[in-house]
């Protein structure tokens, strides 16, 4: 097989998790997280490649691959800030948070800041409806935001790559 994006390491990761599920296609989320972990998004070469790994066609790849908000089908920043748009979080200020966000960077969702730090994406439910409103970043969760918050934060990424204000870290096992 010759593969046009992923690395051997890679597609062994991916054929590593076949014994455990049922069939190849089975494997094609974790096989997604594992190659957008190498690459940090999906190409579609790289799609491509997982399509040939798993015997499935390539538009099957792509479907899930959009349906997802997890997966990124573009380059992000090395921040991706992802913003709850659910009726939770809206009820709760997220739209005052996404216009915060988008005067402090400059950017509207979709973009990355010209420095290639942060990238910004609105989403659908990310598990925090208690605690709105939210935003994950990376694997991050930042809940009960309010401007001074997010002031906070981006300024720790800034400096740090990490801020002390995340409350939950999300992180899909790959089984």
């Given amino acids: 097989m010759k593969l ?4 051997k390491e890679t597609q062994a990761a991916i054929e590593a998790t076949f014994p455990k599920y049922p069939d190849k296609r089975s494997v094609l989320l974790p096989a997604l997280w594992i190659v957008q972990g190498e690459h940090g998004y999906l190409s579609e070469e790289a799609m491509l490649d997982v399509a040939e790994i798993l015997d499935i066609t390539p538009v099957q790849v ?11 089908l573009k380059p992000v920043g090395k921040f991706h800030i992802q913003v709850c748009k659910t009726l939770s979080c809206a009820l709760s200020g997220c739209n005052s948070v996404l216009a915060h966000i988008k005067k402090t960077l400059g950017i509207i969702p979709g973009e990355t800041t010209k420095d290639g730090l942060f990238s910004l994406k609105r989403v659908e439910c990310l598990a925090a409806c208690g605690s709105g409103p939210m935003m994950q970043i990376n694997e991050d969760y930042y809940e009960q935001l309010t401007p001074q918050k997010i002031d906070q934060i981006l300024n720790d990424l800034r400096a740090s790559g990490k801020s002390s204000l995340a409350t939950k870290n999300f992180r899909l096992p790959v089984v």
């Fill in 4 to 7: 046009r994006a992923l690395s």
């Fill in 62 to 72: 792509y479907e899930v691959a959009t349906f997802y908000y997890m997966y990124n």
